[in-house]
């Protein structure tokens, strides 16, 4: 939002307030156990820390030893290679475990939006599948550890 509208966002957000409050639109009720609210300052931190937690437990791997990426560069996953493929996931497990507690920050500014975009025409060898993707940028990211 740039700071030339600001003005107009605060007040159309009081508006829906004050009518949402005179309409009984809503009822404010208890944050459910182990939850946490988010607030918000120009920034919002995500983190998955919780669910994380719960999946390494799970599967029997809250004690693995963490490894630094989440893939070995060396290995090359094929079709139909249970074994491959369970180690694999093993290994991003393990990187899972070491970034547990990363969050991501979005905070504010007044930047342009940015769109990126990439693809990766038949480069699967087993099917010659295409891969595409695209990011847009709205906030700033500023990666950091909470805890």
């Known amino acids: 939002m740039s700071m030339k509208h600001s003005k107009e966002w605060r ?3 009081e508006a829906e307030y004050a009518s949402l409050m005179e309409n009984n639109a809503w009822e404010l009720v208890k944050l459910p156990e182990r939850k946490k609210a988010i607030s918000c300052q120009n920034s919002v931190s995500l983190s998955q820390n919780q669910y994380l937690v719960k999946l390494l437990e799970k599967y029997g791997l809250s004690e693995a030893n963490t490894v630094a990426t989440p893939m070995d560069y060396n290995v090359k996953l094929v079709k139909n290679d249970g074994k491959a493929h369970i180690k694999a996931v093993k290994r991003i497990f393990r990187y899972i475990k070491g970034t547990i507690n990363l969050s ?5 500014n007044d930047k342009p939006m940015f769109g990126y975009s990439d693809a990766d025409w038949a480069s699967d060898s087993d099917d010659r599948y295409s891969t595409s993707g695209n990011t847009f940028t709205l906030l700033q990211v500023l990666p950091m550890v909470v805890g």
Do not use: D, R
Request: hydrophobic share 40%.
């Open 11 to 13: 007040e159309a957000a």
């Open 104 to 108: 991501l920050n979005y905070k504010g």
